[in-house]
C-alpha cells in the first residue's frame, strides 16, 4: 500500500541549536519555542488528516539515521537543517536516497538576507521546495506542501 499522509507520519527534523528557539537571537528567530513549532505543526497535519513525527538534533549522524528511517515509515520530510544547511553534504547525501520521498526544506529566518555564507544550501540540491523568512509559519507551509505532493489533488486547508 502506498504511503499518505493518512496512513504515514510527516518526519520533522531540526537541526542544531534549535533546541534553544526562543531563547537564542529572537531578533532573528522570533520568541516561539520548538514546542511551540511542534503543536502547530501538529496542528497542521492534524487538520489534514495525519501526523507528525517530530524531532531535533545538535548532531549530523542523528539527524543522517532519522533520514534513513524516514525512507521506510514516513510519507515526507520536513527538515530545518539550521548551519547544516551550508555544510553537510553528509545530510544531502543521506535525502538523495529518498526517491519519490517530498522533502521540503524550512528555515525561520529569509537565509538570502543574511551571511553570504548562508545563502547556499546543499539541501535545496535535493528539497522538492524551499521556505525562508515566513518565521515559524514555514512549518505549517512545509507540512501543507508534504501533504500536496504525497496525495496530488488531494485538497489542503
Avoid at 3 to 17: E, K, Q, Y
Avoid at 24 to 44: F, H, N
Avoid at 124 to 145: K, M, N, P, T
Wanted: negative net charge.
Amino acid at each position: 500500500m502506498p504511503r499518505t499522509l493518512a496512513n504515514a507520519p510527516v518526519m520533522v527534523l531540526n537541526g542544531p541549536n534549535l533546541n534553544l528557539l526562543g531563547q537564542r537571537q529572537p531578533e532573528i528567530y522570533g520568541s516561539d519555542t520548538l514546542a511551540d513549532v511542534e503543536a502547530l505543526c501538529v496542528k497542521t497535519a492534524t487538520a489534514l488528516g495525519g501526523s507528525i513525527d517530530f524531532r531535533q538534533s545538535n548532531h549530523e549522524g542523528e539527524l543522517v539515521d532519522w533520514i534513513h528511517e524516514a525512507r521506510q515509515n514516513h510519507v515526507g520530510i520536513v527538515i530545518n537543517p539550521a548551519a547544516y544547511s551550508h555544510t553537510s553534504v553528509a545530510i544531502l547525501d543521506a535525502l538523495n536516497t529518498c526517491d519519490g520521498l517530498p522533502v521540503i526544506e524550512v528555515h525561520i529566518s529569509n537565509i538570502h538576507q543574511r551571511e553570504q555564507f548562508r545563502h547556499h544550501s546543499y539541501v535545496s540540491l535535493r528539497a522538492d521546495g524551499v521556505i525562508a523568512g515566513c518565521g515559524v509559519q514555514g512549518y505549517a507551509f512545509a507540512v501543507e506542501r508534504v501533504a500536496a505532493l504525497a496525495a496530488p489533488g488531494v485538497a489542503t486547508v
